[in-house]
């Protein structure tokens, strides 16, 4: 069996095992559920990488939760909807005011009463 020749310092040994230290994981933040993922990796919360839907999550649960999260997704859905056409209304209810004072503006240039 080979022996060592001098000895090693703790200095030595120390510097020698410096690698062996654990490191942190480094974890960032799932843009579409906010859950702690390691980067570059699909969210195994929501099945989704960059934005895009990778793996569909509700296949393995069961089939009650699966109808939970399509009705959310409905609802979400319909809220959305229902905020674009309220500021649909409300574009049209500001360009319809424009006009009647475009209108109004004529009829006091050329004197109509």
């Known amino acids: ?26 974890l960032s933040k799932c843009e579409n559920c906010g859950k702690p993922i390691k ?5 195994l919360a929501c099945g989704q990488y960059k934005k895009r839907e990778v793996i569909d999550v509700t296949k393995k649960l069961p089939k009650k939760e699966q109808a939970k999260i399509i009705k959310k997704k409905a609802k979400e859905e319909n809220k959305d909807l229902k905020k674009i056409q309220k500021e649909a209304v409300k574009l049209k ?3 319809s005011k424009k006009e009647d004072k475009k209108e109004g503006m004529k009829s006091v240039v050329r004197g109509d009463k």
């Not at 980067?39 to 969210?43: A, L």
Request: aromatic share 0%; with cysteine; charged share 30%.
């Open 1 to 26: 069996m080979p022996h060592p020749k001098k000895k090693l310092t703790k200095a030595a040994k120390g510097q020698r095992r410096s690698h062996h230290a654990l490191k942190a994981i480094n």
């Open 39 to 43: 980067p570059h990796r699909v969210c």
């Open 93 to 95: 209810k500001t360009e």
